[in-house]
Every structure is written in structure tokens, then in C-alpha cells.
């Protein structure tokens, strides 16, 4: 099975600072990841599609990148409301498997 | 609009079986495939399986083949999975999810699943 690895595990972060975050895949996966967002106690939410695609009303801040099996998502000018857990997903094919997750925290 | 509305949280015995409900409205709802998710305190998350509510076929993870079973109801737009021979591990947050053909854009709020005696 694939494996999906993000790094860091954690980042503190001042409001208005730009963020990158990783996600490596331990195969090729083409564009097949997406991004989500998790708050505590809530669902996760979909922030990226197909490795860049931004869902429907996602801010322009966050954006996707990457092809194979190295990905990143940039939060430009982060906000006090983008503190969460980010986890990257490889989609469109089973098994469909997460990666550990990067914690945001803000300072 | 899409909902997907869990069943309540949940406090079950070891060796128990407990079953959980997913009703979707908003939408047709055998245009598209349910997917649930595990996710243990602290965790991250966990694909179990999926079924296809028009045909009822289902694709597990190798991990949760002998753990979860997932069917529909089509008459009241429900998907269930029932978690078998209960243990401190199955613990955790469910979420059922709605696949958009490739990516899942509509997630169930979660149940809370308890093991304890």
C-alpha cells in the first residue's frame, strides 16, 4: 500500500506569515492528492483536489502543488482561523490512505 | 443542500456490536458512493471501506474486512456500518463521507464510539 508521509508534525506560525507544509507519497501518484483541514471537534474539510484544485469557496491563501510523489500546500498570509490539523490524502484509488497530519499552530 | 446527519454518540460493551447510521438529503442519493472513515483520539484518519448505494457493492480496507460491514437503506437514503466483536481499539471518532467521483467534499459531523465495560 502507499504510504503518505507529512512533514513537519507541527509548526507555530505568526499571523500574516506564509506556511509551506509536505506531503510525500511512497509512490507515484500523479496528481491523485487531495488536502483537508481539521479543526478540533469538527469534520475534516476538503481545501484541494487533484493536488491544486481549490474546492468550492476556499480562500486563494491555500494552495496546492506538486506531482508524483512530493506535494505541498502554501497558506499565503495565514490567519488566526487557519490554526488546525492539515492532512494530505491520496485519492482515487483504493485504498484511499492519509498522512500523519501537520498540526498549525499560531503564536 | 448536501447533509449527511450520523446517528448519536455511542457507549458499547467489549464484544458488542453497534451499528451506525448515516442519512443523507439534499441530493440523489444513490448517485454516490458512501465512504467511511475512522479517526482514534489524537489520530489521524483511517479509510474503512465504501459501498455504492444503487448496487450495494462494497470495497473494504484489508484492515477492516473482519470488522466493518457497510449497507444502505435506499427507502430512507441511509448508509449503515455495523463494527463487530468490539475492542478498546475500535474506540474512536466514524465519519461517513460522500465521494464526488474523486475527491470527498461532504463529511457526516462524526459519531463518538466508546468501548468500556
Known amino acids: 500500500n502507499i504510504v503518505m508521509t507529512q512533514s513537519p508534525k507541527s509548526m507555530s506560525i505568526s499571523v500574516g506569515d506564509r506556511v509551506t507544509m509536505n506531503c510525500k507519497a511512497s509512490q507515484n501518484v500523479g496528481n491523485n492528492i487531495a488536502w483537508y483541514q481539521q479543526k478540533p471537534g469538527q469534520s475534516p474539510k476538503l481545501l484541494i483536489y487533484y493536488a491544486s484544485n481549490r474546492y468550492t469557496g476556499v480562500p486563494d491563501r491555500f494552495t496546492g502543488g506538486g506531482y508524483g510523489t512530493d506535494f505541498t500546500l502554501t497558506i499565503n498570509s495565514v490567519q488566526a482561523e487557519d490554526a488546525a490539523f492539515y492532512y494530505c490524502?491520496?485519492?482515487?484509488?483504493?485504498?484511499?490512505?492519509f498522512g500523519g497530519g501537520t498540526k498549525l499552530e499560531l503564536k | 443542500q448536501v447533509n449527511l446527519l450520523q446517528s448519536g454518540a455511542a457507549l458499547v460493551k467489549p464484544g458488542a456490536s453497534v451499528k451506525l447510521s448515516c442519512k443523507a438529503s439534499g441530493y440523489t442519493f444513490t448517485d454516490y458512493y458512501i465512504h467511511w472513515v475512522k479517526q482514534s483520539h489524537g489520530k489521524s484518519l483511517e479509510w474503512i471501506g465504501y459501498i455504492n448505494p444503487n448496487s450495494g457493492y462494497t470495497n473494504y480496507n484489508e484492515k477492516f474486512k473482519s470488522k466493518a460491514t457497510l449497507t444502505v437503506d435506499k427507502s430512507t437514503n441511509t448508509a449503515y456500518m455495523e463494527l463487530s466483536r468490539l475492542t478498546s481499539e475500535d474506540s474512536a471518532t466514524y465519519y461517513c463521507?460522500?465521494?464526488?467521483?474523486?475527491?470527498?467534499?461532504?463529511w457526516g459531523q462524526g459519531v463518538m464510539v466508546t468501548v468500556s465495560s
Open positions: 463521507t460522500r465521494d464526488d467521483g474523486t475527491y470527498w467534499g461532504y
Open positions: 490524502q491520496r485519492i482515487y484509488n483504493s485504498p484511499w490512505t
